[in-house]
């Protein structure tokens, strides 16, 4: 079976390798759109202190932060050790009491489900200073030791490149979908035309325009966020946790002395390649306000980068009604590199006709057109 996959971020990537680890031929196509979700993120793995509610979508995210260590572990067996992945436990730090209380209440009972996430602890405001020496005295902290981070772009490049010595073609351009007679026949760059069984199109906030001239409207735009990177050469942050203010705002550390702060959630941005005043202002105020230690480190990169957000804020996977062999991974948004390795195996499982490890009904790209039409 030869599976035409556009998109090479992490959902493209994962699917793409899955694929190829099942024995099906694989065309990964890609053509680096400025802007990618996956190389802009910042992945931190700690889905306890989601805010979203207990579903199906929680638990995609659940699940997708249980997969990435025996994901890493395969990986490393394949000679693929550069990911950026690392278990560094993540901190919960709201401003006040009773929200510290709430947030303890919900982590206790989503980790005694998640074996990963190790044992809830209270810390007091020194405790949670010693683990992320910058953070605001007098913050008291909910520890969380199973919580990771992770390099979107390293995961990415790895995954694409054991999927290529699994014998996946990866081809850089612009695709054009080809289809006849109600189902997908396969991809056109430039005048070479390649056959394909199944196509699975990830290809993030650029997919609407490139299913358009099939007559398929996918119901996802790009999200803007801004992201910023502070450095402090000597200062060893590599065993830093992830740190989370119950807001949309976060900070994680990697290990070259590096700490990320982000990012604006921006919907309606377009494609709008701009670093903005107040957008860089508003990540800085809100990782100083919890942070405020980093005020003097380097301001050494922002970057940009377009979530594609889904109209109702949930993933679209699954199979596209209509078009026989075409399949669509899309609308991760702001969980994208906590969801993307898993997705991308639920699609391949899907694309050979297995069974998926979670059902993707409740996924199903086109729910908003049928809800409608059935109402």
Sequence with gaps: MRVAVIGAGILGASTAWHLAQAGAEVLLVDRDDRGRATA??????????????????????????????PLAETLRDQ??????????????????TADLDAAERVLRARAARAPEAGAVERLGPDDARALFPPLREGLAALHVPGGARVNGRLV??????????????????????????????????????????????????????LLAPLGVTLPVAPQRGQIVHLRRPGVDTSRWPTLSPLNSYYLLAFDDSRVVVGAT??????????????????????????????????LEEVRIGFRPLADDGAPL????????GLLIGNGLGPSGLTMGPLAGRLLAQATLGQETTLPLEPFAPLRATVSKRAG
Excluded: Q
């Design 40 to 69: 802009a993120g910042a992945g931190i793995v700690s889905p306890w202190g989601s805010k979203l509610e207990d579903g199906p979508a929680y638990r995609l995210l659940e699940a997708g932060a249980a997969y990435y260590g």
């Design 156 to 209: 990415a490049a790895a995954l694409a490149r054991a999927a290529e010595a699994r014998g996946a073609r990866r081809l850089a351009g612009s695709a054009r979908l080809l289809a006849e007679r109600g189902r997908i026949r396969g991809v056109a760059l430039g005048a070479e035309e390649l056959a394909a069984d199944a196509m699975v199109v990830c290809a993030g906030a650029w997919a609407p325009e």
């Design 265 to 298: 959630r921006e919907t309606g941005s377009g494609f709008d390649h701009r670093l903005t005043g107040g957008g860089v202002a508003a990540v800085l105020n809100a990782g100083l306000a919890t942070a405020p230690g980093l005020a003097d480190w380097t």
């Design 317 to 324: 996977l699954g199979p596209l009604p209509g078009l026989e």
């Design 79 to 96: 000679g693929e050790a550069e990911l950026g992945y690392a278990r560094v436990g993540s901190l919960v730090v709201p401003d006040s």
